[in-house]
């Protein structure tokens, strides 16, 4: 059974930083690109960043570029989303997420992350 699950979410105060990460089973974690999905409150699901098999190549939406950094662990078969400079409109719950090679989707739960003084 797949299983995704993200922890790492918090408050925060803007300006501050919060590490995501997202413990992969039940697949062979480092046979997929990954990436991370966010939706803020009221709002629809938007794509933040995406990191390739090995983690040599990396995507990120424009507004999280030069602030938020992915990356992953095959050895632990571990996903991660640095998060610097954050700013009130971070605000969201994170999923990170996989399609396998049949185009079939999956996520993990989610981890709420509050940007706030």
């Known amino acids: 059974e797949v299983q995704l699950v993200e922890s790492g979410g918090g408050l925060v105060q803007p300006g501050g930083s919060l590490r995501l990460s997202c413990a992969a089973s039940g697949f062979t974690f480092d046979d997929y690109a990954m990436s991370w999905v966010r939706q803020a409150p009221g709002k629809g699901l938007e794509w933040v960043s995406a990191?390739?098999?090995?983690?040599?190549?990396?995507y990120y939406a424009e507004s999280m570029k030069g602030r938020f950094t992915i990356s992953r662990d095959n050895a632990k078969n571990t996903l991660y989303l640095q998060m610097n400079s954050l700013k009130a409109e971070d605000t969201a719950v994170y999923y990170c997420?996989?399609?396998?090679?049949?185009?079939?989707?999956?996520w993990g739960q989610g981890t709420q992350v509050t940007v706030s003084s």
């Open positions: 990191i390739s098999w090995n983690g040599g190549s990396t």
């Open positions: 997420r996989y399609s396998d090679y049949l185009g079939r989707d999956f």
